[in-house]
């Protein structure tokens, strides 16, 4: 039986990311990337790439967002819409079960689309250039318990659909809540 997770986009590729300055930060969660990816492929388990919804909507020059700027229903159907195909691929899958075992979903922990535990959470709105002082609007930012708006749209609709598969998130300080996606 092949065993499959569907992935984030910059779990594959991350060229899709926002540029980021803070180099400790990255290099832990490329640390954990690479681990997860690693065990991956040493187990022979089939990787899925989702889209990634604010590459698909803003490209690769964007500015780093909160999820209250992506909770609106332009965004929300923007993601349903990219979703559409890899659900009907998902269900190609649970269809066959004596061939396919789906182990989860894995996004990323603190992103504004991908987080599953944590989400970067945060006041923003308006021209930065409004803000008396943009610098203290910025350093509201911070992480929150909950799903970023992508994946909070795959959680909604595994429950219309009545799947019960486990998301994972992919965060360096907590390794350990990813690597047990291998203890099934």
Same mark, same amino acid.
């Given at each position: ?33 690479? #681990? ?33 700027? &992506?909770?609106?229903? &332009? &965004? ?14 998902? #269900?190609?899958?649970?269809?066959? %079960? ?8 894995? *996004?990323?922990?603190?992103? %504004? ?22 610098? #203290?609007?910025?350093? #509201? ?27 994972? *998130? ?15």
């Amino acid at each position: 039986m092949k065993k499959i997770i569907f992935v984030s986009h910059c779990i594959l590729n991350t060229c899709s990311k926002v540029e980021m300055d803070n180099a400790m930060e990255i290099q832990e969660e490329e640390n954990l990337r690479t #681990q997860f990816l690693k065990r991956v492929l040493d187990s022979g388990i089939q990787l899925i790439q989702l889209p990634c919804p604010e590459f698909t909507l803003y490209g690769s020059n964007r500015w780093g967002h909160v999820s209250e700027q &992506f909770d609106n229903p &332009f &965004f929300r159907n923007h993601c349903k819409s990219i979703l559409e195909p890899f659900f009907q691929q998902l #269900q190609e899958y649970i269809n066959h %079960p004596n061939r396919y075992h789906i182990m989860g979903f894995v *996004g990323i922990d603190g992103s %504004p689309s991908c987080g599953i535990n944590y989400t970067c959470s945060g006041p923003w709105g308006g021209s930065m250039t409004q803000a008396e002082d943009w610098i #203290q609007v910025i350093n #509201q930012c911070a992480l929150k318990i909950g799903a970023g708006v992508f994946f909070d749209e795959i959680k909604k609709r595994l429950e219309v659909e009545k799947l019960t598969i486990p998301l994972y *998130g992919l965060f360096a300080s907590e390794p350990e809540r990813l690597m047990s996606i291998f203890e099934e």
